[in-house]
């Protein structure tokens, strides 16, 4: 993960472009930042520490989707019209978060663009890096969701099966 420096960030830098819309909080190990189902209405950026982003699926199972480290933004589906977190968010060990609003968070990205930049950049960094994506469609491939020889075909009843973790069929293989 890229730290803030890397990017450009500083706690100066948010106090200046956040002012009320910013809050900083220290979080314990294991502490919730923000829970699945729940109003997405902030977006928060790591300063110290680790968090865990988990999804539940509608049979109550847990899945670990991210582990990010310091320096990193997280909960910024927000920002993009998501009413609801899709995942929950807790502290891996003592954490310092910045919590930026919702609304400040987006006037800051409309209103400079070189700051907007930087926050595209960052998302394109950890959210859908080649070598990331290339990690999971390998996965989905041996797991018989997906097959590619230059075109995708996609197993919807594996993934649908997967999603609602219900007991899946034994796939043979060929």
């Not at 993009?80 to 929950?88: F, V």
């Not at 995708?152 to 796939?171: D, E, K, T, W």
Request: net charge positive; hydrophobic share 40%; aromatic share 10%.
């Amino acid at each position: 993960m890229a730290s803030k420096r890397a990017l450009g960030f500083s706690s100066t830098v948010f106090r200046k472009k956040f002012r009320a819309g910013m809050t900083v909080r220290n979080y314990r190990d294991n502490e919730v930042v923000f829970s699945q189902g729940y109003a997405a209405d902030a977006v928060f950026y790591i300063q110290s520490g680790t968090v865990k982003l988990t999804v539940e699926s509608t049979r109550r199972k847990n899945a670990i989707v991210a582990v990010l480290l310091r320096g990193s933004f997280f909960g910024e589906g927000c920002v993009g019209g998501q009413s609801l977190r899709i995942s929950t968010a807790r502290s891996i060990g003592p954490s310092n978060i910045t919590r930026l609003q919702k609304e400040s968070t987006a006037r800051t990205l409309k209103r400079d663009p070189q700051f907007a930049g930087l926050f595209v950049a960052w998302a394109e960094m950890v959210g859908t890096t080649r070598a990331r994506v290339s990690k999971f469609m390998n996965a989905f491939k041996k797991k018989g969701f997906v097959r590619y020889n230059g075109s995708l075909q996609i197993n919807s009843g594996l993934i649908i099966a997967f999603l609602h973790s219900r007991p899946m069929s034994v796939v043979t293989k060929r």
